[in-house]
């Protein structure tokens, strides 16, 4: 199993910036994408960002797009999400979630491994 430990969340106010933080231990392997999901107590979960295992952007969700920015540090096994000109409608719980690409739609389909989440409030 690998280890996947967000973190970098936090509140704050609209149009501001946060930069989240998932390390996974060990290092998932070329064979797995990483995947950014929130969700919102009483809604459906949400991609809202994937990454390859080469490093490449896969997805971006309509919503945030232009907004957020998914990277890795491969040297740190740590995949970040920045977000800038946050808005409420972006609070939620974020979890990081390792799966596969799906050949369509770009995103990453969880299988198996997820972080705890990480609190994004914002007002």
């Known amino acids: 199993d690998v280890q996947l430990v967000e973190s970098g969340g936090g509140s704050v106010q609209t149009g501001g910036s946060l930069r989240l933080s998932c390390a996974t231990s060990p290092n998932p392997g070329s064979r797995y994408c990483l995947g950014w999901i929130r969700q919102v107590p009483g809604k459906e979960r949400e991609g809202v960002a994937a990454?390859?295992?080469?490093?490449?952007?896969?997805y971006y969700s309509g919503s945030v797009k232009g907004r957020f920015t998914i990277s890795q540090d491969t040297a740190k096994n740590t995949v970040y999400l920045q977000m800038n000109n946050l808005k409420p409608e972006d609070t939620a719980m974020y979890y990081c979630?390792?799966?596969?690409?799906?050949?369509?739609?770009?995103?990453?389909?969880?299988?198996?491994?997820w972080g705890q989440g990480t609190q994004v409030t914002v007002s």
């Open positions: 979630a390792t799966g596969h690409t799906h050949p369509i739609a770009g995103t990453c389909v969880p299988s198996g491994d």
């Open positions: 990454i390859n295992t080469t490093g490449v952007a896969t």
